[in-house]
């Protein structure tokens, strides 16, 4: 059903703006779902708007705000889905990929809006969707640094709860996504480090040496790591040859075929670092590194500083929408950062910069009291941590891969020369042989023919 191809060489891909913002889509099978159908979609969000319009109660302000609040939101999305690019992927349908950037640009003006507001006001309005986070008190959260000499089996089980969990699975999603082993293996370790440089401003981040390096980087993110990379390598090695459902005679193909649309269209060998890599592509993979910090601190400060419980709605949902933005914002930086051709970044990688930068001020304008606590002379170390080890992982990448580079010439120019031995061995006894026929037919005819 779906076998198919590795994808080529970097240097042949069309990885260019226009591929990774706005990717075509080739082969359609059927055409009724890549026709527009601009017309028929304006009917119905117009009967949606009517019948809600003409039925709901209007004796409620506040609820009257909301309705008219969501109608705005309703009709950005549906505008989005018509006019938005494609991003750089197709399944299971590049509508799907035009909605997550439509929503990843309303919550970026939803983080515009909460940035001119108080405190008080953001809370009010939290309290208004969430009547139950009113009772809910940050310091209600469960401790992980504490009595770290009682080092027992049972009191590790009791560490492996639903994060530890989430930390694999987490991994394993993240592996696939940026498909380098020395870059996951990088960001594991310096977020560790980040959580001890931050621990004197969030409670949550201190925890105990076994907890943070067996369990944490060893067992979950690392083996979340190892499984991310073997599905990238199974898929790589997949070809997609994509039938269309119309010419599947069974039901039963039918349905694994549509199945198999919410499946990677291709698989992509990615190459964040070469042997020949420059100092500003070394740059760029350590921007990536350093962004990845911050979105990741920024989950954790956003929580503390608005008391918002691990596993709230807002907080798995922020969770989901920024994993789901992700995905394409790394293609598109990957070919910005891997393609000569490609001169600007992409506009979800554009929107994730500016998502990611402005939670950031958020988080520190609201809590402007535990950030002056914040010990300046841990911050520079972990800078200077982050920029060292970045580096020194990524050197070691580019050694590891120029010694597999040679490791291969080497191989091909030894193929090389035993298929010329080989050739050279064959032809030999072919003239000796030869020459052996030639003597017998001399001797049998008493010699050698004379003209």
């Avoid at 594991?188 to 480090?193: A, D, G, L, N, R």
């Amino acid at each position: 059903m779906a076998r198919g191809v590795r994808a080529e060489n970097d240097s042949k891909a069309p990885y260019d703006f226009c591929y990774v913002n706005e990717r075509p889509v080739d082969d359609i099978s059927i055409e009724f779902f890549y026709k527009p159908h601009s017309i028929t979609l304006l009917t119905v969000a117009v009967i949606v708007v009517l019948y809600s319009v003409y039925t709901r109660n209007e004796d409620n302000i506040e609820n009257n705000i909301w309705a008219g609040i969501q109608c705005v939101f309703f009709f950005f999305l549906v505008i989005s889905v018509l006019a938005f690019p494609n991003g750089p992927f197709i399944r299971p349908h590049p509508a799907i990929w035009r909605l997550v950037f439509g929503v990843s640009v309303v919550y970026l003006l939803v983080l515009l809006f909460i940035l001119f507001q108080s405190y008080d006001t953001v809370k009010s309005i939290m309290y208004w969707f969430y009547p139950e986070l009113v009772d809910f008190k940050i310091d209600t959260e469960k401790e992980y640094g504490v009595n770290c000499s009682d080092i027992t089996f049972e009191r590790i089980w009791n560490h492996i709860d639903v994060f530890a969990f989430g930390h694999f699975f987490g991994w394993t999603m993240k592996a696939m996504l940026v498909r380098h082993y020395g870059i996951c293996w990088t960001i594991s370790v310096t977020w560790e480090i980040t959580e001890i440089a931050f621990a004197h401003l969030l409670p949550n981040f201190v925890e105990c040496w076994w907890d943070a390096i067996i369990l944490d980087i060893l067992l979950c993110n690392g083996c979340g790591i190892w499984l991310g990379m073997k599905l990238c390598k199974k898929l790589e090695n997949e070809t997609y040859e994509w039938e269309s459902i119309k010419s599947i005679p069974s039901t039963k193909g039918k349905i694994r075929r549509a199945v198999l649309q919410f499946t990677p269209a291709s698989w992509t060998h990615v190459r964040w670092l070469d042997p020949n890599c420059t100092y500003m592509r070394i740059f760029a993979v350590y921007q990536l590194v350093f962004f990845w910090q911050i979105t990741e601190l920024n989950t954790f400060f956003l929580k503390h500083i608005f008391e918002i419980p691990p596993g709230h709605p807002l907080s798995v949902g922020r969770i989901a929408l920024i994993g789901l933005i992700v995905a394409p914002t790394l293609r598109q930086y990957y070919s910005y950062v891997t393609d000569p051709r490609c001169k600007r970044v992409g506009t979800q990688c554009w929107v994730f910069g500016a998502i990611t930068i402005t939670e950031a001020i958020i988080w520190s304008k609201f809590g402007l009291e535990l950030v002056a606590r914040t010990q300046i002379q841990n911050i520079l170390l972990w800078l200077l941590i982050q920029l060292v080890m970045t580096f020194i992982c990524l050197y070691i990448c580019i050694l590891y891969a120029k010694r597999n580079q040679s490791k291969l010439e080497n191989e091909t120019n030894q193929d090389s020369h035993a298929c010329t031995t080989n050739n050279e061995s064959i032809v030999k006894p072919s003239i000796a042989q030869h020459t052996k026929v030639t003597k017998r037919r001399n001797k049998a005819t008493n010699g050698p023919l004379k003209t």
